[in-house]
């Protein structure tokens, strides 16, 4: 059984559909990066994923035991959250708020995670420093680390590296494969089609409607793929 599985899914707010037709599945393990240029749903598919949109119409399904409260989410950074006055150990812990119920304290294990998801993205020494005050590579390893407190088995990241230098980005891009390659499954957005050639096992290329969906080794041989210039990652 799939992990998420999308069916005849149409997206959109206000009276207006951004993208329809959309039926796929993510299997357990899966690295799933979803492209298309700016307007053509992505960010709504991610957000109804995770119930915070309803769909127009259509059916989206978790298996394998797997609660949308337990996916975690690392989505687009605004310019009112760069300057988020808190301690980079508050911004990580509030990510396992939804596991917390009616406990307004966070349990130790709760503190261990955290502690074991900053030591894991290499920003524990960072753990006592006021978020605001970081680089824009440090502020999204920390925010993938509070994506991590509500990850049990499920990671959607959107755009995690827009606006990080080319090498910060790269290091961004070999952190979300070293988790994906530990267990989780990965769903990212990203306008860097040649990065997810790279580095995904399936690609969704979406405007407005399906263009492809598959691994992304038949993606580079397709003709969408081709018209990208894209090519298998040696």
Do not use: W
Request: glycine share 8%; charged share 20%; aromatic share 6%.
């Amino acid at each position: 059984m799939a992990l998420l599985t999308v069916e005849n899914l149409s997206l959109g707010y206000e009276g207006i559909t951004v993208a329809e037709d959309l039926t796929f599945s993510v299997n357990s393990g899966d690295y799933l990066c979803i492209v298309g240029e700016n307007g053509s749903g992505k960010t709504t598919l991610m957000k109804t994923i995770l119930n915070l949109m309803k769909p127009l119409s259509g059916r989206v399904a978790t298996g394998e035991g797997l609660q949308p409260a337990a996916i975690g989410y690392l989505p687009q950074q605004t310019q009112v959250q760069k300057d988020f006055p808190a301690s980079v150990r508050e911004v990580v812990l509030s990510g396992s708020l939804n596991k917390s119920g009616f406990n307004p304290f966070y349990t130790k294990v709760q503190k261990r995670q955290a502690r074991d998801n900053m030591e894991r993205l290499g920003i524990l020494p960072l753990a006592t420093k006021c978020y605001r005050e970081l680089s824009g590579g440090q502020q999204q390893r920390v925010l993938l680390a509070r994506a991590l407190g509500a990850a049990d088995r499920m990671l959607l990241l959107d755009e995690p590296a827009a606006g990080l230098d080319p090498q910060i980005t790269e290091d961004m891009y070999m952190l979300i494969r070293q988790l994906n390659e530990s267990g989780l499954t990965i769903l990212m957005i990203s306008h860097d089609i040649h990065a997810a050639a790279r580095y995904a096992s399936h690609i969704l290329h979406v405007s407005r409607r399906p263009l492809f969906y598959g691994t992304k080794e038949d993606y580079v041989l397709s003709d969408i793929g081709q018209q990208y210039g894209c090519k298998v990652a040696v």
